[in-house]
């Protein structure tokens, strides 16, 4: 076997190990993946940062999965501003919930952050894999599930008119069952995520420490006073 043979078949093998992590293929094994890819169409995409992987509005044709790095998802809103969604890590699925709608398409713009691979397979391949695989098909069902109550919390949240009710939300979200949390994202990643800008959101917590409702030191949010942080949602 050539050495080009060699390097493809070790990529394909490292891959495959790669989608062992992927909810999608929860409980299978080595040899259970490498049979139920055989007869599918499929094929590994690098991206670069920055760059588009699927427009707002495009038919969704494949099931994509991130392999390496991670993407994020963004809309534009009603004032022309850009609003990340989510930021979506290896090894996750894209769109999931939307592959099979009647009108399948988009809903949001997905854009490699940072460098990126990841695979891309069939729409009706995923039939034939679905009706292969009991466990491929419960999985599958499972993250539409879990998707579906993502998006619906989410359009909650973005119900939300200012800032400190947002803040509120998120910090009695992450604090369940304890007063304090520590972030696992950036400042800037949570402003994002409000889809406000930085120094508003950096405001508003100065604010609501002063107000004696919360306390903010090295990434950890501290609930001071509970009664008013519910009183803002």
Not at 90 to 118: D, E, H, Q, W, Y
């Amino acid at each position: 076997m050539s050495l080009i043979s060699l390097k493809s078949v070790f990529l394909k093998k490292k891959m495959h190990f790669r989608l062992l992590m992927c909810p999608l293929f929860k409980g299978f094994s080595p040899v259970e993946t490498e049979e139920l890819l055989s007869k599918t169409r499929y094929q590994y995409l690098n991206f670069l940062d920055k760059e588009v992987i699927q427009y707002a509005g495009e038919s969704i044709d494949y099931l994509w999965i991130v392999l390496e790095g991670k993407v994020k998802g963004e809309m534009i809103d009603e004032a022309l501003k850009i609003v990340k969604i989510e930021d979506i890590p290896a090894p996750l699925p894209l769109a999931i919930a939307f592959m099979f709608c009647s009108k399948n398409k988009f809903p949001v713009t997905v854009t490699s952050n940072g460098k990126s691979k990841l695979i891309r397979i069939e729409k009706s391949s995923v039939l034939e894999m679905m009706n292969k695989n009991q466990k491929f098909l419960q999985n599958f069902l499972t993250l539409v599930s879990n998707k579906a109550k993502f998006l619906s919390d989410r359009i909650y949240f973005l119900s939300f008119n200012t800032i400190k009710q947002k803040i509120a939300h998120y910090i009695m979200d992450e604090a369940i069952g304890g007063s304090s949390f520590k972030m696992n994202i950036s400042q800037q990643e949570l402003a994002d995520f409000f889809g406000v800008a930085r120094p508003s959101l950096s405001r508003t917590i100065s604010e609501m420490e002063a107000e004696g409702i919360i306390e903010y030191d090295k990434k950890t949010f501290t609930i001071l006073d509970r009664e008013k942080l519910v009183k803002l949602l």
